[in-house]
C-alpha cells in the first residue's frame, strides 16, 4: 500500500470546519483513499473512502486532488465529539484487504 | 455503536496466564480481522478470517497467538503464556465486501 503522510496534530473552532489534510504521492491507480477515525479509548470509525471523485456523506466531505497525490478531509461544522485521531489510509481492497495505519493526526476541536 | 462487539472490554492478568478474547461481528458479514493497538500507535493487523477459514496470519501473530471462527460466525483469540510486551488493545472488525471493516470496541489487555 502506497504510504500517507499527515499532520501529527491540528486545532479547531468548534463550528468552524476542520480541513485535514493527507499525502500519498505513491498513490497506484486502483488504490482507494480511506478516512477512520478513533475516539480515546474506542475502536477505530469508518469515515468516507473514494477512488478519485470527490465524496460526501453525512459524516464528512472528502476531496481528492486531480492527480490523486492528495486529499483533505473536511467536517464542515466541528463538534467538540470530533475530537479524535483521524487516520488516513490508502488500500487496493479485493486481496489486499490488510488496512495499514499510520499514527494519524489528533485533531483537537475547542470551544 | 458499529454492531461489532468483543468480550471482555477491559482484561488484566498476571505474566504467564492465558487470557482469550470473543469477537461477534455483524451478522451478515463474513469477513473478520483481528488487529493489536499499542499506546500511541494505530492498529496493527494480526489475523483475517474468511468465513470460518483463517486466511492470513501476520508475523505480530507469536506461537503463543491463537484464532478461531468456528462456522464462521464469532470469533475467539487466545494468547497463551502472556508476557507484559503483550499488554495492547485488541481490536476485531468485519466486513461484508473488501472495502470498509467495521470495528468493535475493543479488549483491552494489562499483563502485569
Known amino acids: 500500500d502506497a504510504k500517507t503522510t499527515q499532520p501529527t496534530s491540528m486545532d479547531c473552532a468548534e463550528g468552524r470546519a476542520a480541513n485535514l489534510p493527507c499525502n500519498h504521492s505513491t498513490i497506484s491507480g486502483n488504490e482507494y483513499v480511506y478516512w477512520y477515525r478513533q475516539i480515546h479509548s474506542q475502536g477505530p470509525q469508518y469515515i468516507i473512502h473514494?477512488?478519485?471523485n470527490n465524496e460526501t456523506n453525512e459524516m464528512a466531505s472528502l476531496i481528492i486532488t486531480e492527480d490523486r497525490k492528495s486529499s483533505t478531509l473536511i467536517l464542515p461544522h466541528a463538534t467538540l465529539r470530533d475530537t479524535a485521531v483521524y487516520y488516513c489510509?490508502?488500500?487496493?481492497?479485493?486481496?489486499?484487504?490488510?488496512?495499514?495505519f499510520g499514527k494519524g493526526t489528533l485533531l483537537t476541536v475547542n470551544p | 455503536d458499529t454492531g461489532v462487539s468483543q468480550d471482555p472490554r477491559h482484561k488484566i492478568t498476571k505474566r504467564g496466564q492465558n487470557v482469550t478474547f470473543r469477537c461477534d461481528p455483524i451478522?451478515?458479514?463474513?469477513?473478520l480481522y483481528w488487529y493489536r493497538q499499542t499506546l500511541g500507535q494505530g492498529p496493527e493487523f494480526l489475523t483475517y478470517?474468511?468465513?470460518?477459514?483463517?486466511?492470513?496470519k501476520s508475523r505480530l501473530l507469536s506461537d503463543r497467538f491463537s484464532a478461531e471462527r468456528p462456522k464462521g460466525s464469532f470469533s475467539t483469540l487466545e494468547i497463551q503464556r502472556t508476557e507484559q510486551g503483550d499488554s495492547a488493545m485488541y481490536l476485531c472488525a468485519s466486513s461484508l465486501t473488501f472495502d470498509t471493516q467495521y470495528f468493535g470496541p475493543g479488549t483491552r489487555l494489562t499483563v502485569l
Open positions: 473514494g477512488l478519485k
Open positions: 489510509i490508502v488500500n487496493s481492497g479485493g486481496s489486499n484487504y490488510k488496512l495499514t
Open positions: 451478522s451478515e458479514h463474513n469477513r
Open positions: 478470517f474468511q468465513n470460518e477459514a483463517q486466511l492470513e
